[in-house]
């Protein structure tokens, strides 16, 4: 009898499954050979590095991957790291190397230790650039010289980007990472070239051990060591499915897709320009979520009213179909460098998004004149975090007000549905906005009160879980009897057992990460809405998300 197969549970980051032979990478392998350099030569290294990096990341047509690449720039020659590592080696004399290595991690725990996710993936960043200049002032290589087989499966405690950027990215099959997150450079790597990834795989390192193989499954964020034939078997069929259906799709591409007899559009989730660019290049039906965080996290100062209005406006030329402008949603796991923000215990229940905006209503008021000055192409505006109707009433006189000033005829004011307070008060906020789009993410968090950056919780974060789908239903029956839009932009819009339920519910836009957007295109072309309506009144019916995912599964093949 085979041994059960070890599986370790972390955060789907790239989706796909694979199958393939362990390369363990361990930082402390790397030997040091040359030279060593004093700390500004060093750093003057990493940063050459990483600048030709991005320059090729940039032309290879990874922006995304450019722009982690550039903010690792300002990581290692930041002034404060300096210091503190100019203070360590005054103190105890240290060698540079470790007054590197003390100093930086100093500060990344300092990061770490606010209790913030977003703060605890910077943390990581700075770790991996520290490890990268000790290598430099050792007189090290910054290139990892790994000789990969076929498929590989590269497990790591995290990947720098000096570690990817030398892979041969066409010999790996997956990356197992036991640290990071979804924003971690190893997963932003990973959806950029579509390479399957689980990250923030706790304990993987350890349970590899004289392990040969693994299979990673991108999807379900799970990877299992060693896999028994059965299990390897049924991870390959999967990952040839898959491999047809995307191909499938493809002819799908730039088409418009109908779901009983209505058109359905499935827009884009952007959040930086890069994935701007990469949206058009999915020909998204527009976007369903534009996340502006980054022009507040980016900068050490507000964005003005010009330079926002220049990026919408970009934006809004791009499609013929809305592009949904989320107005700011920093507090919980999205920082901003300039709001000085008073530390919070819980900062997922704390001032962030709209009640943020309702405190410092001018930074608000700029981003709806911004959006305001947008006179071409379809701009639609749409607030984060709602929990009151009367937070919405607030904002919207604030709305009309700038509307009235602009001169501009009406446009589309809109909420996200994404506390279960918001899907409770559905009826009523329906009758004040023009669309809602349902953020599942949050929604699932916050339903099942459990932080959706806990890999260790990943369990209660299966958007398809019944109560979640019930908050769903309500809104979707709100917007409909409102005849208003509905949409959802967070994830299950692209996980399809989900999108099947949605559809039947009545949601006729998805908003899906800008690589996902053929294959949901397909989708919803192929569902028969017949079943998916009785499969979405029996879903919420069900005991639980994994009885959901089978009854969808069973009753529409392919869907698994
Ligand atoms: C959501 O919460 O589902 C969502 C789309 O917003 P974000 O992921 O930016 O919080
Ligand atoms: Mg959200």
């Given at each position: 009898m085979t041994p059960p197969t070890e599986q370790i549970e972390g955060?789907?980051?790239?989706?796909g499954i694979a199958v393939g032979p362990i390369v363990l990478l361990r930082h402390d392998q790397a030997e040091p050979t040359g030279e060593p350099r004093s700390l500004e030569d060093a750093v003057a290294k990493v940063v050459r590095h990483y600048a030709a990096l991005a320059d090729r990341a940039r032309e290879e047509g990874r922006g995304e991957e450019a722009e982690v690449l550039e903010a690792y720039e300002l990581l290692v020659t930041d002034p404060a790291l300096q210091a503190a590592i100019e203070r360590e080696q005054a103190i105890g004399d240290a060698p540079l190397d470790q007054a590197v290595m003390t100093a930086g991690n100093e500060q990344a725990d300092e990061l770490a230790a606010l209790g913030d996710e977003y703060l605890a993936q910077r943390a990581e960043d700075l770790r991996a650039a520290v490890r990268d200049i000790v290598t430099a002032v050792r007189g090290?290589?910054?290139t990892v010289d790994l000789e990969l087989p076929e498929d590989a499966i590269i497990v790591a405690d995290e990947l720098t980007p000096a570690d990817t950027s030398t892979f041969d990215l066409d010999r790996v099959g997956g990356f197992a990472i036991a640290r990071g997150g979804m924003t971690s450079h190893t997963a932003i790597v990973a959806r950029s070239v579509g390479i399957p990834a689980v990250v923030g795989a706790i304990g993987v390192l350890e349970a590899v051990?004289?392990?040969?193989t693994m299979l990673v499954d991108g999807d379900a964020g799970m990877v299992c060591i060693d896999p028994d034939d059965e299990t390897r078997a049924a991870g390959e069929e999967r990952a040839a499915v898959r491999q047809a259906r995307r191909q499938a799709a493809a002819?799908?591409?730039?088409k418009e897709v109908r779901f009983d007899g209505e058109r359905v559009l499935v827009a884009a989730n952007i959040g930086t320009t890069a994935q701007l660019e990469a949206a058009v290049e999915g020909a998204?039906?527009?976007?369903?979520?534009?996340?502006?965080?980054f022009l507040h996290l980016e900068s050490d100062h507000p964005p003005d009213r010009e330079s926002q209005a220049e990026i919408y406006r970009e934006a809004a030329r791009s499609f013929d179909d809305p592009v949904i402008v989320r107005t700011l949603d920093i507090g919980g796991d999205k920082e901003s460098r300039w709001l000085e923000l008073p530390r919070e215990d819980n900062p997922f229940l704390g001032v962030r998004g709209l009640r943020l905006c309702l405190e410092q209503p001018e930074v608000l008021a700029t981003q709806f004149e911004a959006i305001l000055d947008v006179a071409d192409g379809d701009l639609w505006v749409m607030l984060p975090m709602v929990a009151r109707l009367d937070d919405v009433t607030r904002a919207r006189a604030l709305w009309d007000e700038r509307v009235a000033a602009s001169g501009r005829g009406p446009v589309p004011f809109g909420v996200m549905v994404e506390t279960p307070a918001a899907a409770l008060l559905a009826r009523h906020l329906a009758k004040v906005v023009d669309f809602v789009s349902i953020g599942t993410n949050d929604l699932t968090q916050y339903t099942a009160a459990?932080?959706?950056?806990?890999?260790?919780?990943?369990?209660?974060?299966?958007?398809?879980?019944p109560p979640v789908l019930q908050l769903i239903r309500m809104t979707t029956d709100a917007a409909i009897a409102e005849d208003i839009h509905v949409g959802v932009c967070g994830g299950a819009a692209a996980d399809p057992v989900a999108a099947t339920l949605l559809l039947g519910m009545g949601v006729r836009e998805l908003s899906v990460p800008p690589t996902e957007i053929d294959v949901m295109r397909s989708l919803v072309a192929d569902i028969d809405p017949v079943a998916a309506r009785r499969l979405a009144e029996l879903a919420v019916l069900l005991p639980d998300a994994a009885a959901v995912r089978e009854e969808v599964t069973s009753a529409i093949s392919g869907l698994a």
């Amino acid at each position: 009898m085979t041994p059960p197969t070890e599986q370790i549970e972390g955060i789907a980051a790239s989706g796909g499954i694979a199958v393939g032979p362990i390369v363990l990478l361990r930082h402390d392998q790397a030997e040091p050979t040359g030279e060593p350099r004093s700390l500004e030569d060093a750093v003057a290294k990493v940063v050459r590095h990483y600048a030709a990096l991005a320059d090729r990341a940039r032309e290879e047509g990874r922006g995304e991957e450019a722009e982690v690449l550039e903010a690792y720039e300002l990581l290692v020659t930041d002034p404060a790291l300096q210091a503190a590592i100019e203070r360590e080696q005054a103190i105890g004399d240290a060698p540079l190397d470790q007054a590197v290595m003390t100093a930086g991690n100093e500060q990344a725990d300092e990061l770490a230790a606010l209790g913030d996710e977003y703060l605890a993936q910077r943390a990581e960043d700075l770790r991996a650039a520290v490890r990268d200049i000790v290598t430099a002032v050792r007189g090290g290589t910054l290139t990892v010289d790994l000789e990969l087989p076929e498929d590989a499966i590269i497990v790591a405690d995290e990947l720098t980007p000096a570690d990817t950027s030398t892979f041969d990215l066409d010999r790996v099959g997956g990356f197992a990472i036991a640290r990071g997150g979804m924003t971690s450079h190893t997963a932003i790597v990973a959806r950029s070239v579509g390479i399957p990834a689980v990250v923030g795989a706790i304990g993987v390192l350890e349970a590899v051990e004289g392990a040969t193989t693994m299979l990673v499954d991108g999807d379900a964020g799970m990877v299992c060591i060693d896999p028994d034939d059965e299990t390897r078997a049924a991870g390959e069929e999967r990952a040839a499915v898959r491999q047809a259906r995307r191909q499938a799709a493809a002819a799908w591409h730039g088409k418009e897709v109908r779901f009983d007899g209505e058109r359905v559009l499935v827009a884009a989730n952007i959040g930086t320009t890069a994935q701007l660019e990469a949206a058009v290049e999915g020909a998204a039906d527009g976007v369903g979520l534009f996340r502006t965080e980054f022009l507040h996290l980016e900068s050490d100062h507000p964005p003005d009213r010009e330079s926002q209005a220049e990026i919408y406006r970009e934006a809004a030329r791009s499609f013929d179909d809305p592009v949904i402008v989320r107005t700011l949603d920093i507090g919980g796991d999205k920082e901003s460098r300039w709001l000085e923000l008073p530390r919070e215990d819980n900062p997922f229940l704390g001032v962030r998004g709209l009640r943020l905006c309702l405190e410092q209503p001018e930074v608000l008021a700029t981003q709806f004149e911004a959006i305001l000055d947008v006179a071409d192409g379809d701009l639609w505006v749409m607030l984060p975090m709602v929990a009151r109707l009367d937070d919405v009433t607030r904002a919207r006189a604030l709305w009309d007000e700038r509307v009235a000033a602009s001169g501009r005829g009406p446009v589309p004011f809109g909420v996200m549905v994404e506390t279960p307070a918001a899907a409770l008060l559905a009826r009523h906020l329906a009758k004040v906005v023009d669309f809602v789009s349902i953020g599942t993410n949050d929604l699932t968090q916050y339903t099942a009160a459990a932080d959706r950056g806990l890999a260790s919780l990943a369990q209660y974060h299966d958007p398809v879980a019944p109560p979640v789908l019930q908050l769903i239903r309500m809104t979707t029956d709100a917007a409909i009897a409102e005849d208003i839009h509905v949409g959802v932009c967070g994830g299950a819009a692209a996980d399809p057992v989900a999108a099947t339920l949605l559809l039947g519910m009545g949601v006729r836009e998805l908003s899906v990460p800008p690589t996902e957007i053929d294959v949901m295109r397909s989708l919803v072309a192929d569902i028969d809405p017949v079943a998916a309506r009785r499969l979405a009144e029996l879903a919420v019916l069900l005991p639980d998300a994994a009885a959901v995912r089978e009854e969808v599964t069973s009753a529409i093949s392919g869907l698994a």
